[in-house]
């Protein structure tokens, strides 16, 4: 726990911290197919029983691999070490928490993605979040998964956003993310928030959160066009290149949003505070 206000900082996974996919790293290739013809019997499952999208390539990989490769708990996590970053993002989080201390202020960061929470629980930037929220499997005692434990799909990923601006984080609790809590008085006002993802599965998470007061960033790799829609349509308030490095543009833009939340959370601190003693006393008397 800390007595310092938090910032929350909350990426999609996929293209948004690694430029591809996270299945073509490993697992697509062990199948010894290609990416395309992958996402194509993904897409055919869909079709053939009207899947959400994301059931849809948790059983194509499971149909995939049988007889090809070992799918357990314990391999899904080691593929996780063979995905790709953007450069600078296994230095990002230490520089970003370092400059929002600096700032009087707690960084907390998230995923919320709808790929695979066992391969990004594999990649040596797991340790850096709070929380991992993304699809996964039901495991049977030997690893080996027989259901979906959870599906995250695009509108699906915002129910996150409030679960992280109450400070209630586990899935399974519904009545208190239910509960009326104040803006003001929650745990991390969505003002606090920042939402960084790279595409049109992003776009209810990046609208809820910049309509509420917090910050969407596009980020793309070679090709802005879809993030300079978003840009155009109001559904985020910047596009930046993917480059997590030093000094670079991304860092400078957070940077500058870390300072924007810790001048207005002390306004709103002020504010507060002087509502809390006019209460006092008027009970008073």
């Known amino acids: 726990m800390t007595d310092r206000p938090v910032i929350a900082f909350m990426y999609d996974f996929d293209r948004t911290l690694s430029p591809k996919d996270m299945q073509e790293y490993g697992f697509i290739p062990g199948l010894g197919m290609e990416p395309d013809d992958f996402w194509r019997a993904c897409s055919r499952r869909e079709r053939e029983f009207g899947m959400d999208p994301i059931l849809a390539y948790m059983l194509v990989m499971l149909e995939k691999a049988e007889g090809r490769q070992l799918v357990t708990r314990d391999t899904l996590r080691g593929l996780g070490r ?15 928490n370092a400059y929002a201390a600096r ?4 960084a907390e960061h998230y995923i919320i993605s709808s790929g695979l929470k066992e391969i990004i629980e594999g990649t040596p930037i797991a340790g850096e979040f709070r929380e991992i929220y ?18 995250v799909n695009y509108t699906s990923k915002t129910q996150f956003l409030f679960r992280i601006n109450k400070g209630v984080f586990d899935v399974n609790e519904n ?3 239910n509960e009326y809590t104040p803006e003001d008085r929650r745990r991390v006002p969505f003002r ?12 209810p998470c990046m609208k809820l959160t910049k309509v509420n007061g917090g910050h969407s960033i596009a980020v793309f790799r070679d090709d802005r066009t879809v993030a300079d829609g978003m840009l155009l349509d109001g559904r985020v308030d910047a596009v930046v290149e993917a480059d997590y490095r030093r000094g670079r543009e991304l860092e400078k833009r957070i940077f500058e949003i870390v300072d924007r939340v810790a001048a207005t959370d002390r306004v709103v601190a002020r504010s507060l505070a002087d509502a809390d003693r006019a209460r006092r006393e008027r009970a008073d008397g």
């Open 82 to 96: 063979g995905v790709k970053l953007f450069p600078g993002v296994e230095t990002w989080f230490s520089r970003v």
């Open 103 to 106: 700032a009087g202020l707690a």
């Open 134 to 151: 993304a699809a996964s499997f039901c495991y049977r005692d030997s690893g080996v998964p027989f259901w979906p434990a959870m599906a």
């Open 175 to 177: 009545r208190r993310l």
């Open 192 to 203: 606090n928030m920042v939402y960084l993802g790279d595409g049109l599965t992003d776009v």
